[in-house]
């Protein structure tokens, strides 16, 4: 893996969203930070407030030591002080809606999700995996996680314990399997593969694929499939630099399956 420094926009909304977790009451958002993060972040706090403008500070500085430990002895180690922005424009969040039984998830979730995602890849690191705030920040991450799931319309109508009416297999409606790995085709056509996004779409498309059509990782017809996308992909010239054979490919696709 490689290590980035997060740029300061997406790093300030991720500070914002933070800071207005920790000061609002218990159930804001219907979710709660842990105990961990408002300890390791106590140094941000002014009386009973917690501040953006550190916490931003304090996340940068965590993962320029990540990326200075990546990098030691290759390049010159970069300066923990975090540039200097406005702040406060940046912001992901917004306040609780609600629905019939609960809170209401939505896009402003999984934006969030993503941009803790990544400060958690990118901190990822020997001189930082196990530093207590990226283990808090990494908390806050799955306390999210489970708000997003426990309150999607998908789990809700899904009856406790029982098995819904409509999954017998003679009854189910199947998606056909050349038509789906017909729009992968079509997705790898017309992707650039040397943007990460790109890649990291692929890859949620591949796994979409598979469990409609429950393909099994290392099963000969799994390995037919994913061949013939890395024959499509290597026929684009566009991206292949970033995997060194199929089988480094193959390891990146089968992530979410194994």
């Not at 609600?98 to 990822?124: C, I, M, N, S």
Request: aromatic share 16%; with cysteine; glycine share 4%.
């Amino acid at each position: 893996m490689s290590c980035m420094v997060m740029n300061p926009e997406p790093l300030a909304a991720l500070a914002n969203a933070v800071e207005t977790r920790l000061n609002c009451d218990f159930n804001y958002w219907g979710f709660e930070a842990p105990d961990s993060l408002y300890r390791e972040l106590e140094d941000c706090k002014t009386s009973f407030t917690y501040f953006a403008e550190d916490i931003y500070r304090k996340l940068y500085a965590l993962n320029i030591r990540a990326y200075n430990g990546r990098y030691a002895g290759h390049e010159e180690p970069e300066d923990e002080e975090a540039p200097s922005i406005d702040g406060s424009k940046y912001i992901v969040h917004h306040p609780p809606e609600y629905r019939e039984h609960g809170f209401a998830v939505r896009p402003w979730h999984y934006q969030l999700a993503k941009l803790l995602d990544f400060w958690l890849y990118q901190t990822a690191e020997d001189a930082t995996i196990n530093d207590p705030l990226r283990l808090a920040m990494k908390e806050f991450r799955d306390g999210l996680y489970q708000f997003i799931v426990l309150n999607s319309p998908e789990y809700f109508n899904v009856r406790w314990g029982e098995l819904s009416e409509n999954r017998s297999r003679e009854g189910e409606c199947r998606i056909d399997i050349s038509d789906e790995f017909e729009y992968l085709t079509g997705y790898v056509a017309e992707s650039c593969f040397d943007e990460e996004i790109c890649r990291d779409r692929l890859r949620m498309l591949w796994t979409a694929f598979c469990l409609h059509h429950d393909l099994d990782a290392d099963t000969h017809i799994y390995d037919c499939y994913l061949s013939e996308l890395w024959k499509r992909l290597q026929e684009t010239g566009d991206g292949t630099s970033e995997w060194t054979d199929f089988d480094d490919f193959e390891r990146f696709m089968c992530k979410y399956l194994v």
